[in-house]
């Protein structure tokens, strides 16, 4: 039986996603699984949705999210201010036509 050690599917290197934790192999964020999780999507609709992610690369982003939640959720709300500041003060609309 061959058993995956958890800690080998999460990882971060400054200069992929900004040095943020990423499923290794991908340049898919834990931010980006969260933001997904955040919006209602179960762990099976997001691995649906990023097909080259297996259900457990899903649910080990989704893990450390939770484990590290006041953090991320924080940083996630700081990067939304500063985006909807930075829409406001160059006019960008909401929604373009």
């Known amino acids: 039986m061959l058993l995956t050690d958890i800690g080998t ?14 499923i290794a192999g991908t340049g898919v964020s834990v931010r980006r699984i969260a933001g997904w999780y955040k919006l209602g999507l179960s762990p099976e609709e997001i691995a649906t ?6 259900l457990a690369q899903v649910h080990a982003a989704l893990t450390f999210y939770h484990a590290n939640r006041a953090e ?9 201010l500063e985006s909807d500041r930075l829409e406001r003060e160059h006019g960008v609309p909401k929604n373009p036509a």
């Open 49 to 54: 949705e990023i097909p080259h992610l297996t």
């Open 9 to 22: 599917l999460l990882t971060s290197s400054p200069g992929i996603c900004g040095g943020r934790v990423r």
């Open 72 to 80: 991320m959720d924080a940083e996630m709300e700081a990067e939304k």
